[in-house]
């Protein structure tokens, strides 16, 4: 083989750059996640190279018997994964997983009413600035003054609204969502229901949070949140809906598939049906709970109230610091977060009153409880030592020894691709 770094240095030293960024930084963006080096073999395969447009056994190329095998192999798995009659694995990312179930069910100025992106709810759930708000008649619902969705709410709304379709599902909300009564309010308007489970998806496969498959009309999901695979989406439903699902992610919405996304999906699949995957999805419930506990003894608020899964809002105002400043000094301290809005956010958007942490990536790294609170006292401790250059490289000091002590691909047991 061909050294590539030696051919193309631009591209390779950026490569390696961020391989050393993903060892040397704690991640505590709630979205993101190590994949393993099967995943990640699977993703970097010759697969790469096949067109493969339409579904097994009935493509509109030539040479598609050995992908037919892969995109069976992760139909099968994902549906055996979660007790679904139908998937789709081809859609290639959430949100197009979530746009080929709006154009399987609704029609151009349908209303839709999903989580306002100001409460938690995702861009696609609606946002104004998304295809989804702008294409369909968007209502969005919210969080009571507990900070929990507020059901009463949704129920008037939809009674008001008479949606066509109602979506839950978030992208920064802590607590259990209960799908079971999204469906009787959808039923009681007549409204299809769609569950986007992407944050929840790795906790569901494991049995931690609960399935919305069988109360859904529609399930969709990312891949590569907790679930632990490449970047990359699906749809669940039951098996009446195949014919209008599968035509809406092709030839509506996508071109070929990605067959080795799809190879790395099935892999991810059958890693999630392990015990050690079931193992690892108890300690990112713990660490979670953990990490927002010492942060609550350090003066911090958590929105919702605390966590039933693997992420928490935090609301930073008791520090009077923002949510940009706390990723800034966090990031100086080697400490990845994003800044996030908190519900009712008196800041802009850019700035933000709160940060979104999880514990989903830190724990991929063997981090337990013991060490997600030294993590939560090392994120407290970046945060008030803000504007300190000084003492922001003693707190980096000691997260950098945490990372040297829990590799993610550097160690025996988690190699890299080029290393397997
Ligand atoms: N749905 C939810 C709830 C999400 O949080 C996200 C990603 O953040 C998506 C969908 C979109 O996924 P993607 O970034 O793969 O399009």
């Known amino acids: ?4 770094a030696a051919s193309d240095p631009d591209l390779w030293n950026a490569i390696d750059a961020e391989a050393t960024r993903q060892e040397q930084h704690l991640e505590l963006i709630a979205s993101e996640n190590y994949c393993s080096p099967a995943v990640m073999r699977a993703n970097g395969s010759v697969l790469t190279n ?5 579904y097994p056994g009935k493509r509109y ?3 598609c018997e050995h992908v037919d095998d892969v995109e069976r192999l992760a139909i099968d798995r994902v549906k055996q994964l979660f007790g679904a009659g139908y998937a789709n694995v081809q859609p290639h990312s959430g949100s197009q ?11 151009p100025g349908d209303a839709i009413l999903g989580m306002s992106l100001a409460h938690g709810g995702h861009l696609t759930h609606g946002a104004s600035v998304n295809l989804s708000g702008k ?6 619902y919210g969080l009571d003054s507990d900070e929990r969705v507020d059901y009463d709410q949704v129920r008037s709304l939809a009674r008001e609204h008479r949606p066509r379709m109602i979506v839950a599902g978030a992208s920064a909300y802590s607590r259990v969502i209960d799908w079971s009564r999204f469906q009787e309010i959808a039923h009681d308007v007549g409204a299809l229901l769609m569950v986007d489970m992407a944050h929840y998806a790795g906790l569901v496969a494991a049995g931690l949070y609960p399935n919305p498959v069988s109360v859904a009309d529609f399930v969709t999901s990312t891949t590569h949140k907790t679930l632990r695979g490449p970047r990359g989406g699906f749809v669940l439903s039951s098996a009446q809906n195949e014919k209008a699902l599968n035509s809406s992610v092709f030839p509506s919405l996508q071109g070929g598939p990605l067959m080795h996304v799809i190879a790395a999906k099935a892999a991810a699949f059958k890693e999630a049906q392990t015990p050690e995957f079931h193992n690892y999805q108890v300690q990112v419930l713990a660490n979670a709970r953990a990490m927002a506990e010492i942060l609550t003894d350090r003066g911090m608020r958590i929105v919702s109230g605390g966590t039933d899964c693997h992420m928490f809002l935090v609301d930073l105002r008791p520090l009077s610091v923002t949510g940009k400043d706390a990723e800034a000094a966090l990031g100086a301290a080697n400490i990845t977060v994003n800044k996030n809005a908190i519900p009712n956010d008196p800041e802009k958007p850019t700035v933000t009153s709160g940060v979104r942490l999880g514990s989903a990536a830190l724990t991929t790294r063997g981090l337990g409880v013991v060490e997600a609170r030294i993590v939560a006292g090392l994120v ?3 945060l008030v030592a803000r504007g300190d250059t000084l003492r922001l490289a003693r707190v980096q000091r000691q997260v950098r020894e945490i990372c040297d002590a829990y590799p993610v691909y550097r160690s025996a047991k988690r190699r890299t691709f080029e290393e397997v």
């Open 50 to 54: 096949k067109y493969a447009e339409g």
């Open 97 to 107: 997983a979530n746009q080929a179930v709006y154009f399987a069910a609704l029609k």
């Open 61 to 63: 190329y030539g040479g």
């Open 380 to 382: 407290a401790d970046a």
């Open 1 to 4: 083989h061909a050294n590539p």
């Open 135 to 140: 294409i369909f008649r968007s209502i969005g």
